[in-house]
């Protein structure tokens, strides 16, 4: 990527503290190597320790992908992660021996995901399923354990919490999966809760109350959360900050109140006008015209360019940088980056771009 | 659950007449008269019509099929043409032998299949997968008796490392008899059960579960065998089973192959005598364990799959 020319260079947000999570320029590579697609590129934000935050974008963004390479859950082959860091306290978690990182998973971060129906073993008591993520990283007595279970699925709401330790995954609904799953994620207090889609599959009372449930945990156990959605008014629920994704790139990075106050991205912008509203007067509701490119198919400029109504001559020829639009808000759009200077420089906004 | 197995049962009895019927048209219909092949071509004709009637051979075929079915019923095949051994006590004798051979069998392939076609899952596409991969083919590939032949000769014959038929007396005799005729037929089995549990641990290894037990922080071993053989275990509980049934029908060629005794050797012998008796009790015990095996696999169903517990 060249060198951008212009403006203020992109600061990091970080504060004095170190960031629990940080995440610098990660690609991930899907198919042969000799004709890879790129399916993540470039990605880098950052998770404060307490912080949340969440990755929106559209199925095929690379947020799922983003969050499992954290993980180093990719499946490999076919994926490999090519290039970037995985700050995690400091220790870059892509150079840290492959024996090591299972001491990581479940205890430091714990990752739940889209499918509750799918991701709890059928043939595994819920009891078993929990006890052995507390097994694998905690010594504790039977009796301790046991105790722990059932404090834990108290604490996500299951009831009768004694009674249902040696059911099976098939005898809860989709809800109840997924509080299981939230029970066995933060068994072992971890710092980072990692979220894939955890209410995506889920009906909308039981979506609310297992957002609400992550807010508890949230408060409880002072865990970080990053959460994967396709849904801003989930982000908006539960996360501080949000990055949005598009192509396997970020193109914005902002805190909540911005993201819906002030989008500066293109993307961001129709994301938001795609959110139906009650008081709205429109019959037909927003909708970003095309579909995103396949995976790896962008190989030069912005990779919105095509469904972009703001689009100038620039955003086809190259990439634009992540431009700060403000202190806590950073987009990549050449368009956003030349209004911003305009009107640092004192320029009616809008003249050039 | 009881009531499960009854129901179970009792479907199994259309089968078992069926067979029945098979095997009684079947002997009749093959050319050959029992008497002649028990007393031989001198016998005198009232020697013939004597040992008929003794047999119960001189009445009419369906009487002779009603006898047959009441007989069955109560457990009762009537007495060996030849010797006059009853047919009960011959199966006593000879099912031991079949079913030792049976089990050995499958233990040896469960032991050895299981441990080949996880090495192949978790290694797919690599060495040890191809490497499987071709011992599976050349398993499936070798009739298991033209295999017995060629271990009899290399194993028994020329280096003398085991002996040459017979199945042996106290047990230790009997495991140095029945090492060769149950790794032949276990070789087989090795083949098909390794390449079945690469196919189901393949697709477990695919599944949600699989993710989430890594995301805990199981370490591999973990994660393949505590959840993901464990849950290959459902489709492999079938193949097991006609794995097991199949190993029954080949122990037939087999024990003739290896001179052993047991239910095939009793039945080919018989059928070359046409020994009605011996032939039709041999056949009704071996469609009775077919039929309990069948049932014995849906109790482990139950056992591996919580889901059906419930129901």
């Not at chain 1, 490999?80 to 892509?94: P, S």
């Not at chain 2, 106290?170 to 196919?199: E, N, S, Y």
């Not at chain 2, 087999?254 to 009790?281: A, C, H, K, W």
Request: proline share 6%; glycine share 8%.
């Amino acid at each position: 990527m060249t060198e951008a020319p212009v403006l203020v260079h992109a600061q990091p947000t970080a504060a004095a503290i170190r960031p629990l999570l940080k995440v610098e320029k990660l690609s991930v590579e899907f198919g042969p190597k000799a004709s890879p697609i790129r399916v993540v590129n470039g990605v880098s934000f950052e998770v404060d320790a307490g912080g949340s935050v969440g990755i929106v974008g559209e199925s095929g963004s690379g947020k799922s992908i983003t969050s499992l390479a954290v993980m180093g859950l990719i499946p490999s082959p076919p994926g490999r992660i090519v290039e970037g860091r995985v700050e995690f306290e400091g220790t870059n978690l892509l150079e840290l021996q492959k024996s090591r990182l299972p001491d990581i998973r479940g205890r430091d971060i714990a990752m739940i995901f889209q499918e509750p129906m799918s991701s709890l073993n059928p043939v595994m008591t819920i009891g078993d399923q929990i006890g052995e993520a507390i097994k694998l990283h905690e010594k504790m007595s039977r009796e301790q354990r046991r105790e722990r279970i059932v404090e834990l699925l108290k604490l996500v709401g299951i009831p009768n919490p004694e009674g249902r330790l040696g059911a099976y995954p098939h005898q809860f609904s989709g809800g109840m999966r997924q509080r299981v799953m939230i029970a066995m994620a933060v068994a072992c207090n971890p710092k980072l809760l990692i979220a894939d889609e955890p209410t995506t599959a889920l009906d909308v009372t039981i979506q609310a109350q297992v957002l609400e449930l992550m807010h508890k945990v949230r408060r409880t156990l002072n865990t970080s959360i990053l959460l994967i959605s396709h849904d801003l008014g989930v982000i908006a629920d539960v996360c501080e900050r949000v990055v949005v994704m598009y192509a396997g790139r970020v193109v914005e990075e902002a805190d909540v109140k911005s993201i819906f106050r002030t989008p500066s991205h293109p993307y961001t912008r129709g994301l938001l006008q795609s959110i139906p509203r009650l008081n709205d007067e429109r019959t037909r509701l927003y909708q970003i015209p095309g579909s995103v490119p396949l995976a790896g198919t962008v190989k030069k400029g912005c990779p919105f360019v095509a469904r972009c109504p703001d689009r100038i001559g620039r955003c086809a020829e190259e990439m634009p940088p992540m431009f700060a639009v403000s202190k806590s808000q950073r987009a990549a759009c050449w368009v956003t980056a030349g209004a911003a200077a305009a009107a640092s420089l004192g320029i009616n906004e809008g003249a050039t771009a | 659950m009881t009531r499960y197995m009854l129901l179970r049962l009792a479907d199994a009895i259309p089968t078992i007449w069926l067979v029945l019927t098979l095997v009684f048209i079947a002997m009749r219909i093959l050319p050959g008269d029992p008497a002649i092949a028990a007393l031989g071509d001198a016998a005198l004709p009232e020697q013939l019509a004597d040992f008929r009637a003794k047999m119960g051979l001189d009445v009419p075929l369906w009487q002779q099929y009603f006898n047959f079915l009441y007989g069955t019923l109560s457990l009762d095949f009537g007495k060996s043409y030849m010797n006059g051994t009853p047919v009960l006590s011959l199966i006593a004798r000879n099912l031991p032998y079949t079913i030792e051979l049976t089990i050995a069998a499958m233990i040896i392939g469960v032991v050895v299949g299981i441990p080949l076609g996880v090495m192949a899952a978790v290694n797919r596409d690599k060495l040890p997968d191809t490497g499987v991969r071709i011992f599976s083919l050349v398993g499936y590939a070798i009739p298991d008796f033209y295999l017995g032949a060629l271990f009899l000769i290399v194993f028994a014959l020329n280096l003398g490392w085991f002996p040459i038929n017979g199945a042996g007396d106290g047990f230790l005799d009997r495991v140095h008899h029945i090492i060769l005729p149950a790794v032949t037929l276990a070789l087989v089995k090795a083949a098909f059960i390794g390449r079945l549990t690469r196919t189901s641990l393949l697709e477990v290894l695919g599944r949600d579960y699989i993710r989430t037990a890594r995301a805990k922080g199981a370490r591999e071993p973990r994660v393949i065998y505590r959840h993901g053989l464990r849950n290959a275990l459902l489709p492999l509980t079938t193949g097991l089973g006609l794995s097991l049934l199949a190993t029954l029908s080949g122990s037939v060629a087999i024990e003739l192959v290896f001179n052993r005794p047991g239910i095939g050797r009793m039945l080919i012998q018989s059928m070359t005598e046409r020994d009605y008796g011996v032939i039709q009790g041999g056949v009704v015990v071996l469609a009775l364990l077919v039929v309990l095996i069948n049932l014995l696999m849906d109790l482990v169903y139950i056992v591996v799959d919580p889901r059906i517990r419930v129901k």
